[in-house]
């Protein structure tokens, strides 16, 4: 099965930083990538994804990720958060073809006004 | 836009009782999953599955069993419900054999007591 980590757990930034959330995966095959997002009492929503093509993908929000395959990552970015940002973060990942979604952990990210 | 809806959102039940958890979509999906979302552990797949009357295990199957009856219609069922099933219950679904955006529904969170 696949393994998704996100090492960071909480991440607390004033408005204006720069964010940079890290995510792994332990496929070598050819994977989707994704990044969902859970604001305060919503549901869980689609931030980005990545399928094929330009491995520097952006989202809604301003928010972008990059896939480096050579490390098995897909970090998110977004260069100036704002405290509407503050929510909590999954990267997944399906292998490509298979319609199973595994998740990380999840890295709480509170903005601080 | 896409709904998922799941029957209740909070719910209390005792040990050893028969637990129902319901989820509705309505935009014709073939894929419907149950997920656990635990702090610290993120989202873990219980079941999925991709058509009617088929499912499959994910992560976390045991102590669970599902039944998809229906199309539009998931629902999770736990036998004989346990302290340690005590958790944020979310359904999702989506379209096509890449799953290129999960839809979820607000979550049920289940109290065993």
């Known amino acids: 099965a696949q393994s998704v980590s996100q090492h960071n757990h909480h991440v607390i930034l004033s408005e204006a930083a720069s964010l940079e959330l890290g995510c792994n995966y332990s496929?070598?095959?050819?994977?989707?990538l994704f990044w969902y997002v859970q604001y305060p009492g919503q549901h869980l929503q689609l931030l980005l994804k990545y399928f094929s093509g330009d491995p520097l993908v952006k989202g809604i929000k301003g928010f972008e990720a990059e896939f480096i395959k050579s490390k098995f990552s897909f970090n998110l970015r977004k260069p100036s958060v704002q405290w509407s940002d503050t929510a909590e973060y999954f990267c997944?990942?399906?292998?490509?073809?298979?319609?199973?979604?595994?998740f990380g952990t999840g890295t709480r990210l509170t903005v601080i006004p | 836009d896409v709904k998922v809806t799941q029957s209740s959102r909070y719910l209390v039940k005792r040990t050893g009782e028969k637990v129902f958890l319901e989820c509705v979509q309505d935009?014709?999906?073939?894929?419907m999953f149950w997920y656990r979302q635990d702090p610290g552990l993120g989202l873990r797949l219980i079941y999925f599955?991709?058509?009617?009357?088929?499912?499959e295990k994910g992560d976390i199957p045991e102590g669970y069993s599902v039944s998809r009856e229906k199309k539009e219609r998931f629902s999770l069922i736990l036998e004989s419900a346990s302290t340690n099933q005590t958790s944020m219950y979310l359904c999702a679904s989506c379209k096509g054999r890449q799953c290129e955006k999960l839809f979820f529904g607000s979550g049920t969170q289940l109290s065993v007591l």
């Open positions: 935009m014709d999906h073939e894929n």
């Open positions: 997944a990942v399906n292998e490509y073809g298979a319609n199973n979604l595994f």
């Open positions: 599955s991709y058509d009617v009357k088929m499912k």
């Open positions: 496929y070598g095959g050819t994977v989707n």
